[in-house]
C-alpha cells in the first residue's frame, strides 16, 4: 500500500476518533456534574443540534439521508454537528462535480438517436417503452439494436471470453474497474495489454483509487507507461476531509475497438474466477454486446478519461465503423448508461423503480447489498402484494459484516409482504442484475443499496426482448437449488438483535 495514502486514511480516522472522544468526554463531564459551565455547555450543545436537525429536515436531501444525520446530531451533539458540516460545506465537492458533469455532457453528445428505433418501440406498444423513453429522453441514453450478446454466468466463462477478444484487438482497449489485485486475473490480462501495446494498439485503465492503490504505487505505473500503457485513478485520496472523497468509481466496462463491450459485476481479482476464495464460492455474471451499444460504453469510459487526466479526447478518432443492424432486431435491444451523484436524476434507482412498478408476472434481482430506501421497499412490497412472484437473490457469506446486519434488517418486511428472500449457500453473491416477464432484464455494475444509487458512478445495460434474457432466468433459477430459502422464522432475531439492526439501518446512507 502506498505509505502516503496509508497515512491519509489513518489521519482521516483519527479526526473522526478525536471528535468522538471530545464528544465522549462532554458527556461525561455533564453527567458527573462537572461544574455549571459544563452543564450550560450541554444545554447549549443540545440546543444547537435541535436547531441544526430542522435545518437538515428543510434540505432537498433524500428523506433516508436526512434522518440518518438528523439521528447522529441529536445523540452526539458535538460530533454530529460537526461531521454535518465539514460534509455540507464542500468547496471542493462542487467544483469536482460540476468538472465531471462536464465531461461527461460532452461525451453524451457524441451519442445520437435513432428516432427509429423509438417510434418502432411506440408502434409495438411494449411495456418496456417507459423504460426505453426515460434514458433516451431524461438521460441522454439512446436505445440501440444488438447484433450479439452474451450473459456470462461465472466469472471463469467471462474471463475466457475477454483474453479472446483483448488478443483480437486492432485499434484499442479500454478497461475501467473499481479494484485491480495481482493475481492470475490480472497477470494474464496483462501479459495481452503489453503485447497489443507493442504492437500499437490504445492501451487505456481507470481504476479506482481506493481500492486499488495497493497494487498501482507510483514507480508500478511508471512501469506501465514504458510498456506504452496508460492507467489513471479516479478522485486521488488527497489529504483533506472532503465528500468527493466519498465518491467512488464502481463501474466495470471492457471496450475493444469501439464495437465489443463487456460490462457486469466483475473486477481484476482472483476471488472473481475462484482461483483464491475469500468467501467461499464466488457467484458473479457479466455481459457482452456488439455494435453500437459498444461504442456507447467507449463514450462512458473517454468521457471519464477526460475528466480524470484534463486531456482534450478526440472522440472521433475512437468511432468505430459500424455496421447497418437494423436487420439485427431479432436479438433485441439495448440501452447501456451510466450514473453518477451529481445528476439531477438518480438514473439507475429510477430505471430499477421503472422496471419493478411496471412488472406483471415475475420479478427476479440479485445483489450483494440489499440496504434500500423507502421508495424502493414500498415497489419491491406493494408489486409482491399485487401478486408479482418477487424473489431476491442475496449472499449467505459476509464480506462486510455491518453491510450484512443492514441487509438482513430488511428480510422480516418484505418477507411478511410476499416477497421470496434466499441466501446463496456456497458463498458470496456479487452479481448484479434485475429481470422482469422474460422482456426487460439490467446487468451492471449496480447494488440495491444507497451507496450505488446515490454516491458512486456506476454503469449497466438495459435489455429489451433479447434472447439472453432467458439465460439470466434459467441461471437464476439454478442458483435457487443451491440457496437457503429465507424464512419468518429465521428471521426473528432476538430483541438486541433486531436493536442493534434498525440502528445500523438507520445510519447505513452515512456509513
Partial sequence: MNENKRKLLIENRVLVIILLALQIALAILVIAGAGFVFYCLGIAFALISIIIALYVAATKSQAEYKIAWMALILMLPLFGSIMYFIHRIQVRTNRFGKAFSEATNKGLSQLHSN??????????????????????????????????????????????????????????????????????????????????????????????????????????????????????????????????????????????????????????????????????????????????????????????????????????????????????????????????????????????????????????????????????????????????????????ADDVPVMRMATRSYYRHLIMAGVKIYEYAPGFMHSKLIIADDGVAVIGSINLDYRSFNLQLECGVMLYDSPEIQSMKADFNSNLDICNKITKEICNESVFMRILQGVIRIFSPIL
Wanted: net charge negative.
Fill in 115 to 396: 428516432k427509429k428505433l423509438l417510434e418502432a418501440l411506440t408502434i409495438s406498444d411494449k411495456p418496456y417503452l417507459p423504460h426505453a423513453c426515460f434514458l433516451e429522453r431524461n438521460a441522454g441514453f439512446p436505445v440501440f439494436t444488438c447484433s450479439s450478446s452474451k450473459y456470462f454466468s461465472s466469472g471463469q466463462e467471462f474471463f475466457s471470453s475477454l483474453l479472446q477478444e483483448l488478443a483480437n484487438a486492432k485499434k484499442y482497449i479500454l478497461i475501467e474497474v473499481y479494484a485491480i489485485k495481482q493475481g492470475k486475473m490480472w497477470g494474464e490480462i496483462l501479459k495481452i495489454l503489453e503485447q497489443k501495446a507493442s504492437e500499437g494498439v490504445n492501451v487505456r485503465i481507470i481504476y479506482d483509487d481506493l481500492c486499488s492503490f495497493a497494487l498501482f504505487k507510483k514507480d508500478y505505473l511508471e512501469q506501465l507507461e514504458g510498456k506504452h500503457i496508460k492507467a489513471v485513478a479516479f478522485n486521488p485520496l488527497k489529504p483533506s476531509i472532503t465528500t468527493s472523497q466519498s465518491c467512488r468509481n464502481h463501474r466495470k466496462a471492457f471496450i475493444i475497438d469501439g464495437k465489443t463491450a463487456y460490462t457486469g459485476g466483475i473486477n481484476l481479482a482472483d476471488e472473481y474466477i475462484n482461483v483464491h476464495e475469500v468467501h467461499g464460492h464466488w457467484k458473479d455474471t457479466a455481459f457482452m454486446l456488439t455494435g453500437e451499444g459498444a461504442w456507447s460504453m467507449a463514450v462512458m469510459f473517454l468521457s471519464l478519461w477526460a475528466f480524470c487526466t484534463g486531456e482534450a479526447v478526440d472522440y472521433r478518432a475512437f468511432e468505430p465503423i459500424q455496421e447497418n443492424t437494423d436487420a439485427d432486431a431479432a436479438n433485441g435491444y439495448v440501452q447501456p448508461f451510466y450514473d453518477n451523484p451529481f445528476d439531477i436524476e438518480r438514473i439507475a434507482e429510477s430505471a430499477y423503480l421503472n422496471i419493478i412498478q411496471r412488472a406483471k408476472r415475475y420479478l427476479f434481482i440479485h445483489t450483494p447489498y440489499l440496504i434500500i430506501g423507502d421508495s424502493m421497499l414500498n415497489a419491491l412490497t406493494i408489486a409482491a402484494k399485487s401478486g408479482v412472484d418477487v424473489r431476491i437473490i442475496t449472499p449467505h
